[in-house]
């Protein structure tokens, strides 16, 4: 009876795995949790490091790309994604003071819009459709819009200090010898 019990603690403890289903083109798609408003696959390029600095490396690569507040962050998949591990230890984009707009300029790719930062950097993102790059225009400006709208203190609060250490005298240190003057 011991080891009927105990079979049957496992059986609750540990679900049976289900079977892994191949992967599926994931579309962008507003995410789950509170805080992200879009999540999805785009191409990427960074085409300006500054205002009149091309970067150094310009090609195209595929990002999992994920909108949460005021900040653009890339993975290299959704799994990446789920364990937060960003796309070669990248830090998100801030887009405070950012613009959003489609390239009408670029002619070598279809659904082409450019996200140009506020030290001068730009960055070149196309989706599959004009569905998807329109989805992401609109998701790009609310959350420029609203980091825009955050009063000042919101916005950048220095991080919190410690409170300094009580200061001790040094301690009296007795000696048998006199100070030498």
């Not at 205002?51 to 790309?65: E, F, L, P």
């Not at 450019?114 to 004009?130: I, T």
């Not at 709208?149 to 991080?159: D, E, F, G, I």
């Amino acid at each position: 009876m011991g080891s009927d019990v105990a079979v049957a603690l496992q059986q609750l403890i540990v679900p049976e795995e289900e079977p892994i289903a191949p992967r599926e083109e994931v579309a962008t798609l507003p995410a789950q949790p509170a805080h992200v408003q879009l999540e999805g696959y785009l191409g990427r390029k960074h085409d300006l490091e500054a205002a009149t600095k091309r970067a150094s490396n310009r090609s195209w690569s595929t990002r999992y790309c994920v909108l949460r507040g005021e900040e653009l962050a890339f993975f290299k998949d959704a799994k990446s994604r789920a364990l937060g591990v960003p796309c070669q230890g990248e830090e998100p984009l801030g887009l405070r003071n950012a613009r959003c707009q489609v390239a009408a300029g670029y002619k070598k790719k279809k659904h082409v819009f450019a996200l140009r930062l506020s030290n001068g950097s730009e960055w070149l993102f196309h989706g599959k459709d004009e569905e998807e790059m329109q989805t992401w225009l609109q998701g790009l400006h609310m959350a420029i819009t609203s980091c825009q709208n955050l009063p000042a203190k919101a916005r950048s609060l220095p991080p919190p200090h410690a409170p300094p250490e009580p200061r001790r005298d040094k301690e009296k240190r007795f000696s048998f010898f006199p100070k030498k003057k």
